[in-house]
């Protein structure tokens, strides 16, 4: 008697989880499979800060050892979230110090904070897919870049 009623719990259980769609497809598998986040501009919406952003998103792409990207840009502090292709893992150290290398010599006015954690991957997409929200504030947007980056500080 008490395995049948298990049962129909577990069986209830899963059919209620699998009816929870609050979060939209993207950040769901972003840590699945590769996403491709365009970057985000949260503030300064000028053409030059566009382009600036996409660059930095090309030369990151360019590293062989990585297949995914996103990049978002603040008022004062640029977040490089990056996947790190699986066999590549025993490198992530080298791969780090060559990617933060490559980015201070070619925009050394910029201010990095650069992360191979699955964890600050999911949360710049979350954020990316925030932004295409209109109700959702610049002031908002810069509040929560900061707080991932001081996760991300925390974490190191």
Known sequence: MKIKYFCMALLLMTALMGCNQNESNESELALIKKTN???LLIKNNSRNEFDLVKS???DIESIKELYDVAVVKGKDDTLVAYKVKHLQRFHMKKIEKKMKKMLE???PDEKFTVSSDYKIFLEAVKLNEKMKDPNYSEEKASKR???IIKLKNEMA
């Open 37 to 39: 986040p365009s970057p």
């Open 56 to 58: 930095i998103e090309k």
């Open 105 to 107: 010599e070619k925009y």
């Open 145 to 147: 870049l900061k707080e």
